[in-house]
């Protein structure tokens, strides 16, 4: 029926459990055996890794059952997080593998199934795809399972001029536009200052007085 008892890939999206939790595991299936079956998918420990190993340990010989369903993940998802709490760094890297898993699901939906915040999805997402662990995707599927664009177009706002026509002008672009002129002023003032810093070196060390320097130039000065 099992293959050497090998674990199925989706029993890996959570960690064994390890030191006393196990150890506590193995003794209470030693006092009372196995209450819970261990579940079988492809031939492979889909469910039930930690009882599995705490049933060799105490000498205990498991019982197995197929699973019947037509979701695994999520079924591995929904029992594990109702038995585990997962610190933070635990619930994220869930995240990020059900997201390596079915990276054209929303945000949302994975949220759901994480039951974390659909923020924190988004932000474990950028950092997959940024390192190349998830592609890119051009639609996701939203949790009613209509496909939607991974990203959504940012709306502009709409004014009407005197004249009654309307144009389409974006606060975006409009910041993007005077972060450029602050930039390019900051250099034209930078230069100034340089060619005035020049001159009155130029006057300090002259041998002739007759040299000086405009007066626009020295109200430039800061």
Known sequence: MINECEFHPLAGLFPLLEGDEFDELVADIKANGLHKPIVIFDEQILDGRNRYRACLK??????FENYTGDDPLGYVVSLNLKRRHLTSKQKRELI?????A????????????????????????????????????????????RKQPAQKKVRS????????????TSIHVRL????????????ENKQLRARIAELERAAATSAHDGLDIPPELRRAAP
């Open 176 to 187: 993007r536009h005077a972060r450029k002129r602050v930039a390019e002023l900051e250099s």
């Open 96 to 100: 990020a593998k059900l997201l390596k």
């Open 157 to 168: 706002k709409a004014t009407k001029s005197k004249c009654g026509n309307t144009r389409y």
């Open 102 to 145: 079915k990276p054209e699901q929303s945000d949302r939906q994975i949220a759901d199934q994480a039951r974390a915040d659909h923020k924190t999805v988004g932000k474990v997402r950028r950092e997959q795809e940024d390192v190349g662990n998830i592609p890119h995707v051009e639609t996701r599927t939203d949790t009613r399972g």
């Open 58 to 63: 105490a000498g205990v010989k498991p019982r």
